[in-house]
């Protein structure tokens, strides 16, 4: 069953005078999501289509020092959570350094990186000592034969070689991030939950969402949560509720006895629209307001033409008061351009 979601009353506060990122229903948004590069050492089938990927030109990507201007000012408006993403994240040339200045950015409560985890097993270390606090690591099966279909070539003992020179890091809490697909990756949901039996960690489980180049994967291989929980949940018995924090999009269970937790991420059976705080600044300088929707707002060549700090502030508060208020894939929108490696999973 998908969840139709109800739109609020819009609400009108002065933007000028509260300079706080809110939009126009009132959510405010704490949490930037910076796609590093559209650039990835792998290519998932639920991702990039299997042919015809076009790379951006490297000098249409913001500049290290572009992108901490525009970080910075993020935060003077009230952002308190960033998480690099991309693309591959760890493919982007001085991403220690990056991330040292990212951290020493007054009001960042917290950084934490979404990758493939190819490269963690030798950067682990540097990045948590930059300041690097959590990773989410993508991973769709255990089984290697299989994840170098999905992967279209990865190696899957070196991802797992990343995870635990994570979690020898002390980056917690280890996040680890399935994406359910028909035919490919939803048998293996039972051994990834059961990695949780043993590890303090997090796996949680995302249903694919209909992004520019995998439409087919994403309408011949929708599996809801619901379908998902109901297997785990043959294999394991019931699942435990666990409470989680109002604006995270997974919805946390546990097995009995278990020493980690499952989380279920359903954009699209239950979106999770009318607590969203987050927005995404692309690669190329966008600021994108819903992974779902075409809206995107251009900074790069503004920066480029010599904008100041104040008249980019004021981009970005107008730029986020008009963040749609949902997807809307329940009700047939599909406008997302580009695909997730290009914005920023
Ligand atoms: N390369 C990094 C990684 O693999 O985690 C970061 C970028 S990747 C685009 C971010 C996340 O988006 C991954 O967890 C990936 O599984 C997820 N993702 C990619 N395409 C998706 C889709 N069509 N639907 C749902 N999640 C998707």
Request: aromatic content about 6%; glycine content about 8%; hydrophobic content about 40%.
């Amino acid at each position: 069953m998908i969840e139709l979601l109800e739109r609020p009353q819009i609400v009108t506060v002065p933007l000028q005078v509260q300079r706080k990122a809110q939009d126009a229903y009132g959510r405010f948004m704490t949490y930037l999501r910076i796609s590093l590069t559209d650039r990835c050492n792998f290519r998932c089938v639920y991702c990039m289509p299997a042919t015809g990927m076009k790379f951006q030109p490297r000098d249409e990507h913001l500049t290290d020092e572009e992108l901490l201007r525009v970080v910075h000012l993020c935060t003077k408006i009230g952002f308190r959570k960033l998480r690099l993403t991309g693309g591959e994240p760890t493919v982007r040339p001085h991403l220690v350094e990056l991330v040292r200045a990212m951290k020493a950015l007054p009001g960042v409560d917290e950084i934490s990186m979404t990758t493939n985890g190819l490269l963690l097993g030798r950067m682990a270390h540097d990045l948590r000592e930059a300041g690097l606090d959590r990773i989410n690591v993508s991973i769709d099966t255990l089984d290697p034969e299989k994840f170098r279909q999905i992967t279209r070539g990865g190696r899957l003992d070196l991802v797992l070689e990343g995870i635990e020179a994570a979690a020898a890091s002390g980056m917690s809490p280890i996040k680890l991030n399935a994406v359910v697909v028909r035919g490919q990756s939803d048998k293996e949901v039972v051994d990834l939950a059961t990695l949780t039996l043993t590890r303090d960690w997090e796996v949680r489980f995302l249903e694919i969402m209909p992004m520019e180049g995998v439409g087919i994967v994403y309408d011949e291989g929708l599996v809801t949560t619901e379908e998902t929980k109901a297997e785990l949940e043959h294999h394991f018995g019931p699942l435990i509720p666990v409470e989680t924090g109002p604006s995270d999009p997974a919805r946390l269970w546990q097995i009995k006895g278990a020493k980690g937790k499952i989380g279920f991420i359903s954009p699209i059976s239950q979106p999770f629209c009318a607590s969203c705080n987050r927005v995404r600044l692309t690669a190329d300088g966008k600021l994108r307001l819903c992974l779902l929707r075409a809206d995107e707002i251009d900074f790069r060549e503004h920066l480029r033409a010599g904008i100041t700090d104040e008249q980019l502030e004021d981009m970005l508060l107008a730029g986020i008061w008009r963040k749609p208020w949902g997807h809307g894939v329940a009700e047939g929108d599909r406008h997302t351009v580009r695909g997730m490696s290009q914005i920023g999973g």
